[in-house]
């Protein structure tokens, strides 16, 4: 018997523990459902046509388990039809199971959190079933699923779906195994202990978790790096980061994921997402990485050696205004490197009449680059800047959020001129970055 029905034609579910079935909505929704389900019988329709299947814990395990409606003795139930999806139901916890969730509770209260096990959390018309649900800082909640050798071969299959419906209600899914096929799977950020008996489980020694948690490394793709260049076979000369695993304890990754200093990341390869967890301190260098990949994201000190020193030095960008203008100086060919195929009409940007220049706004600066593409760079540093003296974690995303846009104006308006103007766009970002940052190197002399 289940209490949870999946009905297949409606696509909702029925909790048969609710006299209307969870659905306010629908008046009557289970006499039609009933009804429905004994004329089908009746008439002799397989239960696999019927509409009905058990929507709890086959459903979660990847099972298609067809069901039946009956009353005994004034109760509604659903009945399985094959007696082993039945068993699936009544199936003991297994005791290294407990023994996780049991330690679990117990590190997330020794760390100030509460916690509870087989929570149901309702959302909308259904709901996510938590093995240990932990509740962290900053209304942080992290979902553990203990999925053990017990678990079956195949494991569960829906486990991509149940993690997505998760994050979508605000529950950090943790998923846990000592099956090292199941932390393989990209489809949650797996993490995984040794096959340990439950006695070794639940006493307070280190219990290490071998993988799922990684550092990265943040490394300048050039002649001397370790790894080779992510985007291709030549050095970009940017920026990349390269995921290692390392090990953290258990109790640790419990505490810290519920205390927001260990965040869950997708890094992509190729045309593959990896799940893993990482330290927040990583997650931030990440994001400001993919903002900008090419200078080194600043590292961070880790958050108890934050609230030490609140105002970190920070290199800002000199204003415009301390330049020294120079009218009617002849703008320097040598600072806009030109592409060999650019017709003879286009490489003379400095001698061409401004007006002739249409697509872009006619004021230049000195370095040879419109003015406009300077102030777009300008302000991306400068939020860039801010983002680097802000330590509270809301802050920090609002200003990382105002500097992506920033950085994505200045590498879009790039993109054009380069574009317009037959240039190469690398060198047009990197002259620009160097003629922003490093304004008293003469225009063009380090080209
Ligand atoms: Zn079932
Ligand atoms: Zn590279």
Request: proline share 6%.
């Amino acid at each position: 018997m289940a209490n949870i029905v999946w009905h297949t034609k409606l696509r909702i579910y029925l909790d048969l523990t609710r006299d209307d079935l969870g659905h306010p909505e629908f008046p009557g929704l289970w006499e039609t459902v009933y009804r429905t389900d004994r004329l089908y019988a009746a008439r002799g329709v397989p239960m696999a046509e019927r509409d009905l299947q058990c929507g709890g814990v086959c459903q979660e395990a990847g099972v298609e388990a067809w069901m039946h409606l009956r009353l005994r003795a004034g109760r509604r139930e659903a009945v399985h039809e094959k007696a082993e999806d039945e068993q699936r139901h009544t199936l003991p916890m297994s005791d290294e199971h407990k023994a996780y969730q049991e330690r679990i509770l117990r590190v997330a209260e020794e760390g100030g959190f509460k916690g509870a096990s087989e929570v149901r959390t309702r959302v909308g018309r259904s709901w996510i079933q938590t093995d240990t649900l932990v509740e962290g800082a900053d209304g942080r909640r992290i979902g553990w699923e203990v999925q053990l050798s017990s678990a079956g071969v195949h494991g569960p299959r829906s486990v991509r779906a149940r993690a997505a419906k998760a994050e979508k209600n605000g529950i950090t899914p943790a998923w846990h195994t000592d099956r090292a096929d199941y932390a393989r799977r990209n489809d949650t950020h797996w993490t995984r202990s040794n096959n340990l008996p439950a006695y070794v489980i639940a006493k307070t020694g280190d219990l290490r978790v071998v993988s799922g948690f990684r550092v990265l490394d943040f490394w300048r793709c050039d002649v001397r790096a370790l790894y080779p260049c992510p985007n291709g076979v030549r050095r970009c000369g940017r920026f990349h980061a390269t995921p290692k695993v390392r090990d953290i304890l258990f109790d640790d990754l419990v505490r810290q994921s519920a205390a927001g200093t260990v965040v869950p990341v997708l890094f992509r390869v190729g045309g593959t997402t990896h799940r893993f967890w990482v330290t927040h301190a990583d997650h931030d260098r990440l994001e400001d990485l993919r903002g900008d990949d090419t200078q080194l994201p600043p590292a961070r000190e880790p958050e108890d050696a934050f609230r030490a020193s609140r105002n970190r030095p920070t290199c800002r960008p000199v204003p415009l205004a301390t330049w020294a203008p120079q009218p009617g100086r002849q703008l320097p060919t040598a600072g806009m490197p030109i592409q060999p195929a650019a017709p003879a009409s286009e490489t003379a940007l400095a001698q061409s009449p401004a007006g002739t220049q249409a697509s872009f706004r006619p004021a230049l600066h000195q370095s040879g680059l419109p003015e406009e593409l300077i102030s777009l760079q300008q302000t991306a540093d400068e939020a860039h800047a801010q983002l680097q003296r802000l330590n509270d974690h809301e802050e920090r995303s609002h200003q990382r959020r105002v500097w992506r846009e920033a950085a994505v104006a200045v590498q879009t308006a790039v993109t054009q001129y380069a574009m317009t103007k037959r240039l190469n766009r690398y060198e047009v970002e990197e002259l620009l970055r160097r003629t922003v940052r490093h304004p008293r190197t003469p225009p063009g002399a380090a080209l």
